[in-house]
């Protein structure tokens, strides 16, 4: 039997969609015979269960699944996709998403892609990305912000890379916490650039996972992670990962204009205060109009973004100073 050219890594919290993506690899029109490296991201201690027995329990225990199961202790998406592609000894490694589901010749596709690759100087092949939107209404802030998924450059929701290249850079940078830029970073280090990386034609479906009314407010935190970027890859990193450049410059003025009415306010400058007060008003209502615009503008959706735009720019202020902080000195 030809041994499989690549291992599949999944970073893995445990969801209920970890079950979907496990069908759809054991559904493969092609069998899946790459090993599949489980990386379970939980923290150490959790009390969720064994992936192993749950992939059993939904899948049956003849799913035919080469299943190897890793603990990473919760150190984040770039530390157990680590953890993953060193236990490989394919020439390819296949990044995979714990809630993206395959198409049926996923498979299939992917080793086409793979062999593809092969005769070129390619050091990496992504695979193409479906956000499915609903029909009957306009998407709400967060399903738009999902939808993105489908035009971003090099992100590891399916992307393979050459097992030898990424050990030569070290793999993926742990100083990224987050599921956000760590992808783009490394991309930019192995020469997506230059076209290091080319487009495959297999296909996977990301479906838009459920978020509660805040979760736009904790995605500030990425802030911090774009001046990491800023560090290592200079202040023109944006145009050379092809990523928006984002409203950190309006939020500033706004988080500007609500400490000056503040500062006003408690000094008995009153002018000043109120002028500060109609400042961060109107760039508050401007921030919340441009996302309640494009959307449904049901109650629901307007409330959601009325709150969360009020404090939005306070807090990607806040996570941009704190990254200017710790990563001001970073190095590559």
């Known amino acids: 039997m030809t041994p499989p ?6 970073p893995t919290l445990g969801r209920p969609s970890l079950v979907a993506l496990g069908r759809a690899l054991a559904g493969q029109g092609v069998p899946v015979t790459a090993p599949v490296v489980l990386v379970d991201d939980r923290p150490a201690g959790h009390d969720g269960e064994d992936l192993h027995a749950l ?15 890793v603990r990473s202790g919760g150190g ?3 530390r157990a996709r680590n953890l993953g592609w060193r236990r490989a000894r394919t020439p390819w490694v296949s990044f995979l998403d714990d809630d993206v589901v395959p198409d049926p010749d996923w498979y299939a596709a992917l080793l086409a892609d793979l062999r593809e690759a092969g005769t070129s ?3 990496g092949v992504t695979g193409r990305v479906t956000v499915p939107l609903p029909a009957d209404r306009a998407p709400t802030d967060w399903e738009r912000g999902t939808a993105g998924l489908e035009t971003a450059r090099w992100i590891t929701a399916d992307l393979s890379y050459r097992r030898d290249r990424l050990a030569a850079v070290g793999g993926f940078d742990e100083r990224f916490p987050r599921a956000f830029r760590e992808d783009a970073d490394l991309a930019l280090r192995l020469g997506a650039e230059h076209g290091g990386i080319v487009a495959g034609t297999r296909h996977i479906t990301h479906p838009v996972r459920p978020a509660d009314d805040w979760a736009s407010l904790r995605q500030q935190a990425g802030n911090a ?3 990491l970027m800023r560090a290592l890859h200079g202040r023109d990193w944006h145009r050379r990962a092809e990523a928006a450049v984002g409203r950190r410059p309006r939020h500033l003025l706004v988080t500007a204009a609500a400490a000056t009415a503040v500062v006003g306010a408690v000094a ?3 002018r000043l205060a109120t002028a500060a007060l109609a400042g961060w008003l109107g760039g508050t209502a401007e921030l919340a109009w441009a996302r309640i615009a494009p959307g449904p503008r049901d109650a629901a959706e307007v409330r959601r973004m009325v709150l969360t735009s009020a404090a939005i720019p306070l807090a990607a202020t806040y996570h941009s100073a704190r990254g200017w ?7 590559p």
């Open 5 to 10: 050219p690549t291992t599949l890594v999944v």
């Open 55 to 69: 992939l059993a329990a939904a899948l049956g225990p003849d799913h035919g699944l080469d299943l190897q199961v």
């Open 76 to 78: 984040g998406p770039a």
């Open 121 to 123: 100087d390619a050091v």
């Open 225 to 227: 992670d774009d001046l």
């Open 268 to 270: 008995g400058h009153r």
């Open 325 to 331: 902080l710790r990563h001001r000195r970073a190095t």
